[in-house]
């Protein structure tokens, strides 16, 4: 295949665990009802998708000591989900978010394979960490690991769970494990039988240069955000270019970045639809909550529509709890009042301008070009779409846009295979005989 026609992969976010959600459009659904879950996914998979995968928070969030429920407060947990899901699809991947700071790699890898088993092979997880104590005070062991720690456990969690689904042979064979290592100590014996794509596809989710080099030397598939093709191009190449210290091949990673969309019958009525969408998501209360969370302060004060604060921000600040914390407020602050000052922008303006996701936006041809652009410029394998409506916001796209990528010859007109690793084009892994 030349470069033009290089294969995208897709995958669709169930939405709702940030801002992205437009709760106020009346076909906004349920964002616990299975029918939501099961409507998305098999949208996901009418559409020839790769994947449907569902994100997790393990505490609900909360902002000045109240519990933050503009965006979504509490959803099942995702591989119970998963589970139910594999019964009313046939060939769509189910990818899984849990968190290796607060599990066990026994009992994850034993879920995990269970529904490798139950849908045919198509399971994947979406390795993340946390060094949140306000997460961990829900967990036993509390927040007690260091953030320079938490790829240090997540890698020899996913090389123990590894070990544990390689202690079961290709011909259903039981072999005894045994791991000993500075996070765990265990042996024994794993009672479900080896994964029809030889195991879960494994997902990694991270920008940071720890996380990108965890990705290179163990995930099958990077699940990352950038803003423009030239950004992309520059994570593609850093993230591809240190595959070879593995003994990995550049195909071996799937770089997938979370995206959104906004499809109208013109170019200009997707722009203007667009806009649209933004407002709504960030109406004046969740600006001024979306400056606090920089801010780290109390701005309840301040006029959405009015100027940005001229005080600092609070970088020690304890308001948000459960977020992931802004790592340069400082930093952040001077950038949103220089596009302030530069744009003449008010606080809800800003916030609309500044924190909008990577988005393709215009007719279904310009989409179906620009998502090309992207692959065949090496800024991307595939997307992890992020519709903005739950259950229905990726109908339109598989109806308009789907077809015309299959026309363009970049996207499947048939699933090729069965399991998820033989959608993403990936090797199945080599027995090791249960070695590490």
């Known amino acids: ?75 099942p947990e995702s591989i ?35 529904l490798d088993q139950l849908s045919g092979g198509r399971a994947a997880w979406n390795v993340v960490t946390s060094s949140d104590a306000f997460t961990g005070e829900n967990f036993r062991r509390g927040g007690y690991l260091d953030r320079a720690d938490r790829y240090t456990r997540a890698a020899e969690f996913l090389c123990t769970v590894r070990e544990l689904w390689d202690s079961r042979t290709p011909d259903g064979g039981t072999l005894p494990f045994a791991h000993s290592g500075p996070q765990f100590r265990i042996e024994g014996e794993f009672p479900v039988p080896r994964s029809p794509q030889g195991q879960p596809v494994v997902i990694q989710a991270g920008d940071s240069d720890e996380g990108r080099e965890f990705a290179a030397s163990a995930a099958d598939v990077i699940f990352t955000r950038h803003s423009t093709l030239e950004a992309g191009r520059a994570f593609y190449a850093d993230v591809k270019g240190r595959l070879a210290r593995y003994g990995r091949d550049p195909g071996d990673l799937k770089i997938m970045p979370g995206v959104t969309y906004v499809i109208g019958d013109t170019d200009a009525d997707a722009q203007e639809r667009a806009a649209e969408i933004r407002r709504q998501q960030v109406s004046p209360q969740n600006a001024i909550l979306a400056l606090e969370q920089v801010w780290g302060r109390d701005l309840s004060g301040y006029d959405p529509d009015g100027p940005l604060p001229d005080v600092d921000p609070d970088p020690d600040s304890t308001l948000v709890q459960g977020r992931v914390r802004v790592a340069d407020p400082v930093g952040v602050a001077r950038r949103w009042r220089a596009l302030s000052e530069q744009k003449g922008l008010s606080i809800r303006q800003t916030v609309v301008e500044s924190t909008g996701r990577q988005s393709f936006v215009g007719s279904p041809a310009t989409v179906a070009a620009a998502l090309e652009e992207f692959t065949a410029e090496e800024a991307a394998d595939g997307f992890i779409l992020v519709p903005h409506l739950t259950p229905g916001g990726l109908d339109d796209f598989v109806d308009r846009v789907v077809p015309l990528l299959q026309e363009r010859g970049v996207f499947r007109t048939e699933y090729e295979g069965t399991t998820l690793r033989s959608h993403l084009g990936l090797p199945e892994p080599v027995w090791k005989g249960g070695t590490p």
């Open 80 to 114: 119970t989900v998963l589970n139910a899901l594999a019964a009313v699809t046939e060939r769509l991947g189910l990818a899984a978010t849990v968190n290796a700071t607060f599990n066990e790699p026994y009992e994850l890898a034993r879920r995990l394979a269970s």
């Open 1 to 75: 295949m030349s470069r033009g026609r290089k294969r995208i992969h897709l995958a669709a976010h169930f939405p709702g665990v940030n801002s992205t959600t437009v709760w106020a459009d009346p076909r906004s659904g349920s964002q616990i009802d299975f029918s939501s879950f099961e409507h998305l996914a098999r949208t996901a998979e009418r559409g020839l998708f790769d994947f449907f995968f569902l994100a997790e928070g393990l505490r609900l969030r909360e902002h000045a000591g109240r519990i933050h429920d503009l965006d979504v407060v509490g959803r």
